[in-house]
């Protein structure tokens, strides 16, 4: 995993000390810029309880940890992970006998990858967002490995996440004038999902602001051709239209100035 990803966002002012919880590519735990040890038992529950967010019912998080056999050994089990946990100097679970929570001042990575997603859709992203990309989608995969049911929803919530705000990523470094940028995010929403629309759209804007028709037209063609030989169809109207436009515009600019030329 991309070890700028892992670093750069846990430097919250103010809490450089705090320990980190990893969940893409981990899940794994850094505190005070060591790697720790985790309990196989305790990288499950700690990994449950951070998708969960807020406060979990200790019976729920034993009984989906631990189906197999009865309450009583299920909360047996979930004892033993905590105190395993603990015996590591991994201590990021505030217990107590009902609940279970990620302490206060833990870092989280996919929360830090949420609100970074959260602010660029919602068009409040900061400057050290739009610089945020330097890190590959390839280490964002969450939990790698694992095919729990909770951990596949949470899993295309992360990629359908991340794909929207790479998309938006490059439509705000576009309008920043930071054109390779904005070329290089739409690509690695393009890499993630070959398929998706907004982000061959994302891409085609992304070089047609630069100025380059070739390439925009070389990547609607690729996708073109993609979505014929997979799905048997032609791009939506609003992708085709994009090209169609340009030229358009292109072709009345030369237009005024040679008219102006006639006139004189």
Known sequence: MNQQFLTSPVRVPGRAEAPALHLLGGPRVVHQGKWLDVPEGGKRLLAFVALHGGRVERRHAAGALWPSGDDLRAAGNLRSALWRLKAAGI????????????????????????????????????????????????ALDLLPGWYDDWVLLERERVRQRLLHALEALSRELVRAGRHAEAVESALLAVSTEPLRESAQRALIEAHLAEGNLIEAMRAYDAYRGLVKRELGVEPGCELSGLIRNFCRSATRSREVPAARVRHA
């Open 91 to 138: 201590d990021l679970l505030d217990s107590d006998k009902c609940s279970l929570a990620v302490r206060e001042h833990t870092v989280v990575d996919l929360y830090v990858l949420y609100g970074w997603a959260g602010r660029l859709i919602g068009g409040t992203a900061t400057a050290h967002d739009l610089s945020a990309l330097k890190w590959r989608t390839d």
